[in-house]
């Protein structure tokens, strides 16, 4: 899982640094908060999320583990699309708020697997 979540995280490192070099280049900064989301629960939770699985969580490839990293990703995409749909004034907030919302529960209950894995290991 620790590789799967590291991949992930350049992946998400690379569209957000994009994001941030096209902003910079057409000095329009309107997608701030896509860019700012991009890195923080794309690069950053999921570079975190990698780490926990090499250093405590190793060798887990439960059918939880696996949920958890599906449940952030889904949640991620979600979230950063909807926020560049919202940012970028292809829609309005009204129409692209539950895809927000939805979203940001699914990366909120993907922490709380991950607390779940950890609580787990504990137990062992």
Known sequence: MDK?????SFAYAIAGLTLGIFMAATKNHGQLVTHTHILLIGFVMSFIYALCHKLWL???????AKLQYYLHQLGTLGVVIGLFLFYGNFVALEAVDPLLALSSITVLIALILMKVLFIQTLKK
Do not use: A, P, Q, V
Not at 4 to 8: D, G, N, S
Not at 58 to 64: E, Y
């Open 58 to 64: 190793d060798k887990i490839n439960s059918r939880l």
């Open 4 to 8: 799967k979540f590291i991949l992930t």
